[in-house]
């Protein structure tokens, strides 16, 4: 999106950011933070002494679980957005675009 944007302004169109953009950043943001959390808690487990606590393996395991589904909301988000962008500047692509 970044090269995008840089091509477009070259031929003198601004590029906002657009809804589906801001929104796959959220996501983005959510999942580094819940894979800091994840490796945090995993590395604490043992000394801790929470190593066989059941509770803390469900944790684990529904954590693992949510940083799997945010990276592929992510994803999704992403190519998304990116078709979104292409989709709304399209008339960059024409010759008669300046």
Known sequence: M???RW???RRGVVIPAGGAGKLKT??????VGAVILWFAFRDARKPMGWEHN????YWNEFHGGFVAITLAVAAALT????????????????DRAQ
């Not at 059941?54 to 393996?57: E, F, I, L, N, V």
């Not at 190519?79 to 979104?84: D, E, H």
């Open 2 to 4: 970044t090269a995008f």
């Open 7 to 9: 091509w477009a302004s």
């Open 26 to 31: 959220t996501i983005q943001n959510i999942f």
């Open 54 to 57: 059941q509770y803390a393996q």
């Open 79 to 94: 190519v998304y957005s990116f078709a979104v962008y292409l989709y709304r500047n399209r008339r960059l692509f024409s």
